[in-house]
């Protein structure tokens, strides 16, 4: 059983285009992250939710959206999508928001041609 | 804000070989720091995870130490084999004060071991 599995793994699309990744855990944590990793390969954290509550947001264009339906599910909505945005995007979930226990998905290669 | 440096940047060592990695961050008032492995293709996986009241912790042939004060880590790895080769992460997880706390992560230390 994948403890956190996003889908899909790779997605090619067009600029402009509107796109979906989707993200589910069956750990039981209460938090879960979406990270984007660029081209340098560094993680930065683009939003957590805590038991579907919205509690870091950083310095992401409006152009992306969270959703959280349940504390089992993440999903990363992105409109009108850029050059810029090809990356991987990574899930991860853990207990709690106190910073240990992390689990991560396998990730998700954004193409943006 | 919070910035984490990892040397070096790439490492390739015959196998058997003893190795440190090093990392180091900005805001020395930290929660915790861990280290992580990714492999291509795959997620983040945890290694190790020092409390900030901690010096070092050990799993197996890993050690990871923590000098809180002058904001370094380093992860040894004692008697290499193939099978470490892989990106080697370091993260700081900042408490946030009146605001949730995060996880900043390093660039990564790409380590290959050969045969």
């Known amino acids: 059983d994948t403890a956190v599995s996003q889908t899909p793994k790779y997605l090619v699309t067009q600029m402009g285009n509107d796109k979906s990744i989707k993200c589910e855990q069956n750990?039981?944590?209460?938090?879960m992250y979406w990270y984007k990793q660029d081209s340098k390969k560094f993680l930065k954290i683009m939003f957590s939710?805590?038991?579907?509550?919205?509690?870091i947001n950083e310095t992401v264009p409006n152009r992306f959206s969270p959703k959280s339906p349940d504390k089992a599910h993440l999903n990363l909505h992105i409109n009108s999508l850029e050059l810029g945005d090809s990356a991987v995007y990574f899930c991860?979930?853990?207990?709690?928001?106190?910073?240990?226990?992390?689990?991560f998905g396998s990730g998700t290669r954004l193409t943006v041609v | 804000k919070q910035e984490v440096t990892q040397i070096p940047a790439a490492l390739s060592v015959p196998e058997g070989e003893n190795l440190v990695l090093n990392c180091s961050f900005t805001?020395?008032?930290?929660?915790?720091l861990q280290w992580f492995r990714q492999d291509p293709g795959k997620g983040l996986t945890s290694l190790l995870l020092?409390?900030?009241?901690?010096r070092e912790q050990t799993s197996g042939r890993l050690n990871a130490s923590l000098d809180k004060s002058s904001g370094r880590s380093t992860l040894y790895i004692a008697a290499s084999q193939p099978g470490d080769s892989a990106t080697y992460l370091c993260?700081?997880?900042?408490?946030?004060?009146?605001?949730?706390?995060?996880?900043?992560f390093g660039q990564g230390t790409i380590l290959t071991v050969h045969p």
């Open positions: 991860a979930s853990s207990p709690d928001s106190q910073g240990y226990g992390y689990t």
């Open positions: 750990l039981g944590h209460d938090t």
């Open positions: 939710y805590n038991n579907k509550e919205l509690i």
């Open positions: 805001d020395s008032a930290i929660y915790n």
């Open positions: 020092i409390q900030s009241s901690q």
């Open positions: 993260a700081v997880f900042n408490a946030g004060g009146t605001s949730y706390g995060k996880l900043t």
